[in-house]
């Protein structure tokens, strides 16, 4: 018996920068990607995914309160925030909140998709 391909939900509000990873990604999972976060709940209430990558171009309240429904939604779940303009404040509670790692943008592409990697092998 196969395993089951990984499920892999990329969340962010400009797409064609996610482009390369998207196509590195899609070859080894099910790649399920989502302009903005408006349509997020449903798809969490739905399927089950192994990774969730959240790009979001400032990181508010807003973002932590996204990232509480997320992780109740989906406990088991890794989730990596992507995020143009780092507040330190919010970060650390976003660490406490339970997110796996934390890129700055301009993301570097290879790297993400290495740590992404390196999570679902360890999940």
Do not use: W
């Amino acid at each position: 018996m196969t395993e089951a391909p990984a499920r892999i939900l990329l969340c962010c509000e400009n797409l064609s920068e996610m482009g390369p990873i998207a196509l590195a990604l899609a070859e080894k999972s099910i790649l399920t990607l989502v302009r903005g976060v408006r349509d997020l709940a449903p798809l969490l209430a739905e399927c089950r995914y192994q990774i969730i990558t959240l790009c979001v171009r400032k990181q508010t309240e807003e973002t932590l309160s996204l990232l509480r429904q997320m992780i109740k939604l989906s406990p088991k779940t890794c989730i990596v925030l992507v995020n143009g303009h780092p507040n330190q404040e919010l970060l650390h509670e976003a660490f406490q909140l339970g997110i796996k790692d934390f890129f700055p943008a301009p993301v570097n592409q290879g790297l993400l998709i290495e740590r992404i990697e390196h999570l679902l092998s360890s999940a």
